[in-house]
């Protein structure tokens, strides 16, 4: 079993900063890219940026400049510091990882359960 646990989201204003985290535990044998997803109401899930595990980043034109990923690796970990937020920036905030479990052959995709952020102008 392989579970990701995202914390940090919250309320802030605009203009202000969070950072977000990502812990992967469970029967892990090693972690391949991850990265962080967003999903406003009635909107679909879009990838916010994602890191390799060489820690090769990219990110979507949108927060290009204001956030930042990182990992680390010893502890399965990936953040995301979102600086100058907006309001648009507001949603629920996911975090995925592609994981080869120690029972399994193969990666495959895992999700937690997202943590909301919240932008008040």
């Known amino acids: 079993q392989v579970q990701l646990v995202e914390s940090g989201g919250g309320l802030v204003q605009a203009g202000g900063s969070l950072r977000l985290s990502c812990a992967a535990s469970?029967?892990?044998?090693?972690?391949?890219?991850m990265g962080w997803y967003r999903q406003a109401p009635g909107k679909q899930r879009d990838l916010v940026a994602s890191?390799?595990?060489?820690?090769?980043?990219n990110y979507a034109d949108s927060v290009k400049g204001r956030f930042t990923i990182s990992r680390d690796n010893a502890k399965n970990t990936v953040y995301l510091q979102m600086d100058s937020l907006k309001p648009e920036d507001t949603a629920v905030y996911y975090c995925?990882?592609?994981?080869?479990?120690?029972?399994?052959?193969?990666?495959?995709?895992?999700w937690g359960q997202g943590t909301q952020v919240t932008v008040s102008s």
């Open positions: 995925k990882g592609y994981i080869r479990a120690r029972t399994s052959i193969r990666y495959q995709d895992y």
């Open positions: 890191i390799t595990a060489n820690s090769n980043t």
């Open positions: 469970g029967s892990i044998f090693r972690t391949g890219d």
